[in-house]
């Protein structure tokens, strides 16, 4: 993945709109991203991985913290990012969760995550600046933007991190981290699916078969200790014992069913004796009862004679009660006779009144008929009008629809015609205002370009002021080093004098006449050394003056060094600033001006469009004309209707002169009509009626006079029918020999007489019957005596109850040896089974085991492959740690370990100098950046070897360098640099972030991120 374009909106500590163009950075290979610390340089990094996979850098750092706090409220925050791929381009943009202010009220309102990839290829930079995506390749929703950003990559953001871009600190853990953190990163970067999923077969199916074998075996278990077992010897011995049993119960149920059989026949033999005791006890009990009911039914018996001879008396006395009936009906009929006999002479008075009342109404009736004879004649009139009428109409109808229609005309080009003078008015003002915007941006045009001018002029001469104060401070150094370098090398000269002097005195001391000198060989030694000899360690001085006019040496070249270096960095600061143009005035003053500037462009409003403002104007003119128009031929329209309405009118009206005016309305003239053919005729009708009802109620006044007679008559008879009836009764009774009274008393016992008879015939048989019975079976049970029955069931109850007892024990005995016996085969069956499966699975848990890291290196199988890729990756590593270190380390993989933790993955140091290997958090710190950084370009180089799909064409290192020395060119930072220029050399670009100046300067190129109280801006810094 090679980095084209990032462009950062209200993000972080960029507030504005920032665009970094890698191209001519990526180009040169070796490039730097440098500024102070805080200014926002992995922020940049941060934008890049949050753009591709939605994330920060940093795991920690959540998604809506990112959005700039400097930012203006309306400016969204948003990154978009294009890179190449293999030959194609890509573009992905996204927008984080962020608050925004509401377009409608006030307030603010959340926007949603979104994100959208496209594919760009054959499009330049400029035309995707212009406007131009590409081909859309998933938008909107997130997790399908995350999936196909992933699937081209090929690696996910936590490989990203580990591989692309190695934020600060992050990749050292890399180095010193557990064998089981550092398999979870290398599991994470190799493709080790198909170990881990062989390892997980192995052991899903070697943990079900011990499973398998476990259950069988505890089920096999548990089926014995449920039966009572404790195992199958336990259940082979229960089996013997109760076959012997069932034995001895099949002869205990055969005697007991023979004692029961014996015990049921006397039972039953006494059961019958017993019934003809109960059957001879019944009938005399029920023969005494019936016995003694006796007078009880004689007395019964004369009653219902009693009730015979009084049943004929009953007649006579029925029709003497109907007879007082009928006359209280005549008495009530002549009373209503009579009544209506009155009412009807009083209605017919009434009548004969009310019709004289009608026949005065006469010359009413003739008035009626001659009005409605005029109105009829009107209605023909009407009739002959009406087609005038209906021409009226539909010409005052053609006349109120064009009066209608030019009042609206005329009210819609007013309207019109106002709303073409606001456009104008609106046209007018958007043109004075473009060009006030158009002043204004020329304005801001110039003030940016002068602000930029200003600044770059600023920063130069403040970075010489640095670098002049820097060279003075280190001018001081120089002189006081040179003062020391001098001094050290005067003590030196003194301390080898003195130890030149006692080594003279020494040999003196042994110098002896004959004897030749152990310096020169001379015989004669004229003037030997005199002196005293003193005690200090002369040597030892020596050396230490020696080491401290070396140390002295070094930090004076040192002090050298960056002296050259700082003038010649100053020279071309100052070299630089020369060319440069001396600003008008100074970046604050372009800055205040730019924000009045601003101001007055924001209170300007949005930007009209005048093209659009012009063709509506136009527009609207055109439909003034046509409204115009379309006004004025209404306007003759209405005039010519209103003239054939009046005509119209004019002609109705001489039509209708000999009709009332009131009656001119058909309706109304049909209502008048009707209304007094209605009144005429009610007229008759009334004098019709009264005449037939003062006719009926003469005729009903006659025959009420009838019906009075014919009740008097009824009334007469019916006292005649009393007196006859009254006597018949009474000589009934008479003949009887009963009064009213006694023929009272036997009424209630009428309603029973036949019941009567029947219980008197049935008592005689009941009665006969029981004696009958009564006889047989006293004589039944004569000389027979009373059996014990309650004695005999309970032997024959214990006896079935022993029987009972017997027989189950004996079923009982039977199921459970049929059941042992089946348990006994099933659990053989059962035990074989197991066996048998557990010798087949053996070979298949014994490999699971190994595969699972149950082995003397405790490695698994997934831990054993990604131990050879991690070979690979550390071979990879030492290709750039032992340029870096002048071939001191050497990184090794620690197969072996100690105690009970995960193994095969450790890191081992081998140190060169000392021909021993060490752990990795034992190096230093710059020595251990070195490591971590060949660590984590070993992994880059592997990855992206093993994978296909995977390439890395840019990685970006993040912080590290400070911990590093420079010796003239031969330091360890000079090394870690001619390293990652090899890099560069092999088609693969490096970003350093660093705010080291000497990285800087050694590295130009690239990108310097300023900060400022608004917040950050990146500069482009081209290569020297």
């Avoid at 007879?323 to 009929?333: S, V």
């Avoid at 026949?359 to 009413?364: L, P, Y």
């Avoid at 021409?391 to 106002?418: D, F, M, N, P, V």
Wanted: glycine share 6%; proline share 2%.
């Amino acid at each position: 993945m090679r980095p084209v374009q990032l462009t950062l909106q209200a993000f972080g500590p960029y507030p504005n709109h920032t665009v970094i163009d890698f191209r001519d950075a990526v180009s040169t290979g070796l490039f730097g991203i440098y500024g102070q610390t805080g200014s926002g340089k992995s922020t940049l990094f941060s934008a890049m991985t949050f753009a591709l996979f939605g994330v920060p850098a940093k795991p920690e750092q959540d998604a809506p913290s990112l959005r700039s706090d400097h930012a203006a409220p309306d400016l969204q925050t948003k990154v978009e990012f294009i890179f190449d791929l293999g030959g194609k381009r890509y573009l992905v943009q996204r927008r984080p969760d962020q608050l925004r202010p509401k377009t409608r009220g006030t307030g603010e309102t959340r926007s949603s995550h979104e994100a959208y990839l496209f594919d760009a290829t054959g499009l330049s930079l400029d035309e995707i600046n212009s406007g131009k995506c590409g081909k859309i390749i998933a938008e909107k929703k997130v997790r399908e933007v995350d999936t196909a950003i992933t699937g081209i990559l090929g690696y996910s953001v936590e490989q990203f991190r580990q591989i692309v871009l190695l934020p600060q600190g992050r990749f050292e853990s890399f180095l010193t981290a557990k064998t089981r953190e550092r398999l979870q990163i290398l599991r994470e970067l190799f493709d080790v699916s198909l170990f881990e999923a062989l390892m997980a077969k192995f052991k899903t199916q070697a943990d079900q078969a011990e499973q398998q074998v476990r259950e069988e075996r505890a089920i096999y278990k548990r089926h014995l200790l449920a039966e009572g077992f404790e195992d199958h010897l336990d259940l082979a011995n229960h089996l013997t014992a109760e076959v012997l049993h069932l034995s001895d119960l099949e002869q205990r149920e055969e005697a007991a069913l023979a004692k029961f059989d014996i015990a049921t026949k006397e039972l039953q033999k006494a059961e019958r004796t017993a019934e003809l005791f109960s059957q001879a006890a019944k009938y005399k009990t029920l023969f005494s009862n019936l016995d003694r009911r006796k007078a009880q039914i004689e007395v019964l018996s004369e009653k219902v004679q009693k009730v015979e001879q009084a049943s004929p008396i009953l007649d006579a006395e029925q029709r003497l009660r109907d007879a007082h009936i009928d006359l209280e009906t005549a008495q009530n009929a002549l009373v209503k006779a009579a009544e209506r006999a009155a009412q009807a002479q009083d209605a017919t008075r009434i009548a004969d009144k009310n019709l004289k009342k009608e026949e005065a109404r006469c010359e009413e009736g003739e008035t009626l008929r001659c009005n409605l004879e005029d109105l009829t004649r009107f209605e023909k009139l009407l009739a002959t009008s009406a087609a005038g009428e209906e021409a009226a109409k539909t010409a005052r109808k053609i006349q109120q629809q064009a009066k209608q229609e030019l009042e609206k005309a005329e009210h819609q080009h007013a309207a019109l015609s106002g709303a073409r003078s606001a456009k104008a008015e609106a046209l007018k003002l958007a043109r004075i205002r473009m060009e006030q915007r158009q002043q204004i941006v020329i304005r801001l045009t110039a003030l940016a370009s002068h602000q930029k001018a200003a600044e770059a002029y600023e920063q130069a001469e403040e970075e010489i002021r640095t670098a002049e104060e820097t060279a003075a401070q280190l001018q001081q150094e120089y002189e006081h080093a040179s003062q020391k370098v001098e001094s050290a090398r005067q003590d030196l000269a003194v301390a080898e004098q003195k130890l030149s002097d006692e080594q003279a005195l020494h040999l003196a001391q042994h110098l002896e006449d004959g004897a030749p000198c152990p310096v020169c060989g001379a015989l004669e030694h004229p003037e030997p050394a005199a002196g005293t000899m003193e005690t200090a360690d002369r040597d030892a001085q020596v050396q230490q003056a020696r080491a401290h006019r070396e140390r002295a040496g070094l930090n004076f070249q040192n002090i050298k060094d960056k002296l050259t270096r700082l003038e010649a960095t100053l020279a071309d600061r100052k070299k630089r600033l020369a060319s440069m143009e001396l600003p008008s005035e100074s970046a604050a003053a372009c800055v205040a001006k730019t924000a009045i500037e601003q101001l007055a462009l924001k209170e300007l409003g949005a930007e009209a469009n005048i093209a659009d403002a012009e063709a509506e104007l136009e527009a609207f003119d055109a439909k003034l004309v046509q409204s115009q128009h379309g006004l004025e031929a209404l306007r003759r329209q209405y005039e010519t209707s209103s003239s054939q309405a009046a005509e119209a009118t004019g002609t109705l009206a001489g039509m209708l002169s000999e009709i009332p005016l009131e009656l001119r309305d058909t309706s109304v003239l049909a209502a008048k009509s009707k209304a007094t053919a209605q009144e005429l005729q009610a007229l008759l009708k009334a004098r019709s009626e009264a005449e037939a009802l003062a006719r009926q109620l003469r005729e009903d006044a006659i025959k009420s006079e009838k019906d009075r007679e014919s009740a008097e008559k009824l009334l007469a008879a019916s006292q005649d029918r009393i007196q006859s009836a009254t006597h018949d009764f009474q000589t009934r009774l008479s003949a009887a020999g009963l009064t009213e009274q006694a023929l009272a008393d036997l009424k209630p016992a009428m309603s029973t007489l036949v019941v009567d008879k029947q219980t008197i015939t049935a008592f005689w048989q009941d009665h006969k019957s029981a004696q009958d019975a009564a006889e047989q079976t006293a004589l039944a049970v004569a000389g027979l005596s009373q059996p014990d029955l309650a004695a005999l069931r309970e032997v024959l109850t214990a006896a079935l109850d022993h029987s009972r007892q017997v027989t189950e024990g004996r079923v009982s005995s039977q199921g459970r040896i049929a059941q042992l016996k089946k348990l006994t085969t099933n659990l053989q069956e059962t035990i074989q089974k197991i066996e048998e499966f557990e010798t087949a699975t053996g070979s298949l848990r014994e490999l699971s085991a190994l595969l699972n890291g149950q082995n003397e290196q405790r490695l698994t199988l997934e831990t054993y492959a990604i131990g050879a890729m991690f070979d690979q990756v550390l071979e990879a590593a030492n290709l750039r740690l032992g340029p870096m270190t002048s071939g001191r380390y050497r990184l090794d993989r620690e197969i072996g370990g100690s105690g009970r933790g995960s193994r095969g993955l450790g890191i081992q140091v081998f140190d060169f100098h000392t021909g021993k290997s060490r752990a990795a958090n034992t190096l230093s710190g710059g020595e251990s950046f070195i490591a971590a950084l060949a660590l984590a370009l070993g992994l880059a180089d592997t990855v992206e070897s093993s994978s296909g799909k995977v390439r890395l064409d840019t990685i970006f290192i993040d912080e590290g360098f400070g911990s590093l020395d420079t010796e003239n060119g031969s330091g360890t930072l000079d090394q870690v640099l001619q390293v990652l220029n090899a890099l560069v050399s092999q088609n693969r670009s490096v970003g350093l972030i660093s705010h080291v100046p000497l990285v800087q300067e050694m590295i130009p190129g690239g990108f310097h991120v300023r900060k400022g109280l608004g917040g950050s801006w990146v500069e482009k810094k081209d290569p020297l």
